[in-house]
């Protein structure tokens, strides 16, 4: 058995500084490495704090709302029943309230999360608008769980382009665990000192699927990416989460809240089909795939 690697000895402030300067540590690096950590914590902080704002910026343009929760909603609620939806969908009203946020443009072509970061009156600290600015790209998304660490956070895999994203989430590192799906927006923040992309925090809430949803979460994704293409053979799942976001709470809306049914995420597909006027053999060519084989589509 090899002998596990040792623990590297963290040096003294006295020290010589492990950089190989021939300095101390005290007077090298340690300053460094000091004003690293207070800037991530302080990033941290400003994670916290800005959400609040932008969803009570959010709240503040109510004239705004009726198109917007016709989409995400899909005409299931109605605009009076919004104080109710926390009840009737777990945490409704805040999913909802973040992604008219972060993902619905107005006239101009600009989100609220955009409009924010270009109005000097909007109040927020430096570091509130650093990661404003950071935050004009963050669309919902759908991410499978990949690996839990109890008590400190998740690597997620977009389940749609595939890219791996540390979370840092205390409560939902006790709840979740590996396969499981969760779809929400993922704001970028601190970066941990060696790490070479910054830690994502989950904005506002998520809605938490079973670990049997992520394959039929991606098959519809790509009944609407297919019907994207065929207006543009070259949309791209940018594309289709940059106009059409909405569709991953579609899917979290059809499913059941009680117990599982594994027929309701076939139906659900069949569905999606037949409502974008789409064959599995249409969606094949379509994401430029082989044509499925027609045992294998009964059997589905």
């Not at 009156?121 to 919902?140: K, N, S």
């Not at 499978?144 to 389940?159: H, I, P, S, W």
Request: glycine fraction near 6%.
């Amino acid at each position: 058995m090899a002998k596990p690697a040792e623990k590297q000895r963290k040096p003294g402030r006295n020290d010589p500084c492990p950089c190989g300067s021939g300095r101390k540590y005290k007077e090298c690096h340690l300053p460094l490495e000091q004003a690293a950590r207070s800037e991530q914590l302080l990033l941290r902080q400003a994670q916290d704090t800005l959400l609040p704002k932008i969803i009570e910026a959010a709240r503040s343009v109510p004239e705004s709302f009726p198109a917007a929760f016709a989409r995400f909603w899909q005409g299931k609620y109605t605009l009076e029943q919004m104080p109710e939806l926390d009840q009737l969908e777990d945490r409704g009203a805040e999913r909802f309230l973040t992604w008219f946020a972060f993902d619905v443009r107005d006239e101009n072509g600009q989100t609220l999360v955009e409009r924010l970061a270009g109005h000097e009156d909007f109040t927020a600290d430096p570091y509130e608008r650093r990661l404003l600015d950071q935050w004009r790209a963050v669309r919902l998304g759908a991410y499978v769980v990949e690996e839990v660490q109890k008590g400190q956070g998740l690597t997620v895999r977009d389940l749609l382009t595939g890219e791996q994203r540390p979370v840092a989430d205390y409560h939902a590192s006790k709840r979740l665990a590996p396969g499981e799906v969760l779809v929400g927006h993922l704001v970028p923040a601190d970066t941990a000192p060696g790490a070479a992309t910054p830690t994502c925090y989950l904005a506002g809430a998520a809605a938490h699927l079973t670990e049997d949803t992520a394959a039929k979460v991606l098959e519809f994704a790509e009944l609407h990416l297919a019907d994207m293409r065929r207006a543009d053979p070259r949309a791209t799942w940018a594309d289709l989460i940059a106009t059409r976001s909405e569709v991953l709470n579609h899917f979290v809306m059809a499913l059941p809240t009680e117990e599982r049914d594994p027929t309701i995420l076939d139906r659900l597909i069949s569905e999606g089909r037949i409502a974008l006027q789409l064959t599995a053999e249409s969606v094949a060519a379509l994401l430029g795939r082989p044509a499925p084989d027609a045992a294998d589509e009964e059997h589905r």
